[in-house]
């Protein structure tokens, strides 16, 4: 059974700094990895989408990485900003189904 | 384009009522939705897969006759909490995939906040 992990649950950084937020998965047997937003009471906002057989996505400030062999996703953020204070969670895709981690709560302060 | 809307985004419910919640996908034809629950600080756990004009699949310790699923249409699927309870109280979260979208992302709906009192 697949299980994604995200280390740590919360993480608080000052405006402008460059952060890598972390995703490990147990099985390795992926389709894909996707990484969501989700702000307070709300669904979710799909960021980047990474096929299996890619290393990376890029959109704006925003890069993943997928290292399938080892079993970890890392989302870059650079320059971050207060509006980017979310929960951002991963999620890898198999059998037609989504196996999500936990999130990582992040929150910028100006 | 992929917009997958959801009614009503919150509901207050009293304990033994039932409660349906709709998943509409806008602007394409969903022959696949699913149906997420969310607690407090916890992952999204997968609870049914439903496909248009056959029975949902749903996933191990779900039950099956609490929560009704329907998939009617290409565009409509209905979740039914039977006899609510506080337990259920949750946050639900529906998704699609769409034929225009790569193989196996899913479209997600804005959620549907449920409290049973």
């Known amino acids: 059974k697949q299980e994604v992990t995200q280390i740590p649950a919360a993480l608080s950084v000052p405006e402008g700094e460059n952060l890598v937020l972390n995703c490990s998965f147990t099985?390795?047997?992926?389709?894909?990895l996707q990484w969501f937003r989700q702000d307070p009471g709300k669904g979710l906002t799909s960021l980047l989408l990474?096929?299996?057989?890619?290393r990376e996505q890029t959109s704006g400030r925003l890069n993943a990485s997928l290292d399938k062999s080892s079993g970890r996703s890392t989302l870059y953020i650079a320059a971050s900003q207060p509006g980017d204070s979310a929960t951002y969670l991963c999620?890898?895709?198999?059998?037609?189904?989504?196996?999500f981690g936990k999130g990582i709560t992040l929150s910028v302060r100006p | 384009g992929a917009v997958v809307s959801q009614h009503p985004s919150w509901v207050i419910c009293k304990s033994g009522t039932s409660v349906k919640i709709e998943c509409r996908s806008l602007?394409?034809?969903?022959?696949?939705m699913f149906w997420y629950r969310q607690f407090p600080k916890q992952s999204l756990m997968l609870m049914a897969t439903?496909?248009?004009?056959?029975?949902?699949?749903?996933e191990q310790g779900v039950e099956k006759d609490k929560f009704l699923i329907n998939h009617a249409s290409l565009t409509l699927s209905t979740l039914t909490v039977t006899s609510a309870h506080p337990e259920d109280s949750s946050f639900y979260i529906c998704?699609?995939?769409?034929?225009?979208?790569?193989?196996?992302?899913?479209?997600f709906g804005p959620g549907t906040r449920l409290t049973v009192t």
């Open positions: 998704s699609a995939t769409s034929p225009r979208g790569m193989a196996y992302e899913q479209y």
């Open positions: 099985d390795s047997a992926i389709y894909n």
């Open positions: 990474i096929q299996s057989s890619q």
């Open positions: 999620a890898t895709g198999a059998n037609s189904k989504l196996t």
């Open positions: 602007d394409f034809q969903a022959t696949t």
């Open positions: 439903s496909n248009e004009g056959s029975k949902a699949t749903y």
